[in-house]
């Protein structure tokens, strides 16, 4: 069973920077994704095992992810006060989850695949 340990997050004021971390290694869509207080999970970043990369519209520019043989990472800057959520790591994903523009089944992806989550909080 996969166990994927997150790190790096904590309180930054807006405009400012943090470097999520994962420890975890896979062949195939690694990704990171946020769930705001209330809202429903949503996809930020993913990278496919050729290192192609993604992002949702609302981070592109700000939000960096990169891997290297044992952890996948997340540069956060120019953070804003929505980026304020519980940030958690998936791997192994599907090919569908290495392209933010769809619509991809979130709910899908089995627990196993899903880190403990680490907390973003961005103050104005």
């Known amino acids: 069973e996969v166990q994927l340990v997150e790190s790096g997050g904590g309180s930054a004021q807006a405009g400012g920077s943090l470097r999520l971390s994962c420890e975890a290694s896979?062949?195939?869509?690694m990704a990171w994704f946020r769930q705001a207080s209330g809202k429903e999970r949503e996809g930020v970043a993913a990278?496919?095992?050729?290192?192609s990369t993604s992002y949702v519209d609302s981070v592109k520019g700000r939000f960096t992810i990169s891997k290297d043989s044992n952890s996948l990472y997340l540069q956060m800057n120019d953070l804003k006060p929505e980026d304020t959520a519980e940030y958690y790591c998936?791997?192994?994903?599907?090919?569908?989850?290495?392209?933010?523009?769809?619509?991809?089944?979130?709910?899908?992806?089995?627990?196993?695949?899903w880190g403990q989550g680490t907390q973003v909080t961005v103050s104005s």
């Open positions: 896979s062949r195939f869509c």
């Open positions: 990278i496919g095992n050729d290192g």
């Open positions: 998936a791997v192994d994903l599907p090919s569908m989850f290495c392209d933010m523009s769809q619509a991809a089944p979130i709910k899908s992806i089995p627990p196993r695949r």
